[in-house]
């Protein structure tokens, strides 16, 4: 069975729901160490981003060994905070809409496949015991909940704030 992990429907409904939000809005931070809905979504870009290469090499390999980043340094670099809410969210939809497409033919076999030699104890939203082994479904699974995570950081402050 081929699953996509209610990407697709979280992304459009996310869509949805953000659309109508003003650049004021995508502007506020919560406070001066915390990142704005901008830098979040951002964030969530350079995360689908990575997310689609490392999903795309798990599947040559026996491992789930992949690179991490510096999303702090990245979310910086590409002042996310200075760029068009619009666009940054329709780049947002259209890169998890690509990944859902992935997650969807990624064959059972390379979705299942245990893998014992892994570093999900270091780049997972919800960390693997280095110990025990994983897979690249588990992998998947996370990227949504963490993604999930995130969306729920920017309705908190978008929605209460008004």
Do not use: C
Request: overall charge negative; cysteine-free; charged content about 25%.
């Amino acid at each position: 069975m081929h699953t996509d992990y209610n990407l697709k429907e979280i992304t459009l409904a996310a869509f949805e729901e953000f659309i109508l939000v003003t650049e004021q809005q995508a502007e506020m931070k919560p406070a001066a160490d915390k990142w704005s809905p901008k830098e979040i979504l951002g964030h969530l870009i350079d995360s689908a981003s990575n997310n689609h290469g490392r999903f795309i090499r798990a599947q040559f390999t026996d491992d789930l060994v992949a690179e991490g980043y510096a999303q702090e340094q990245w979310v910086e670099i590409q002042e996310y905070h200075q760029q068009n809410w619009q666009d940054l969210l329709i780049l947002w939809r259209q890169l998890n809409l690509h990944l859902t497409n992935l997650m969807y033919v990624t064959s059972e076999e390379q979705r299942f496949k245990k893998r014992h030699h892994h570093n999900l104890d270091q780049i997972a939203f919800y960390h693997v015991q280095k110990t025990e082994p994983t897979t690249l479904d588990y992998f998947m699974q996370d990227y949504v909940v963490h993604l999930k995570h995130h969306l729920g950081q920017i309705r908190e402050i978008i929605f209460t704030e008004e």
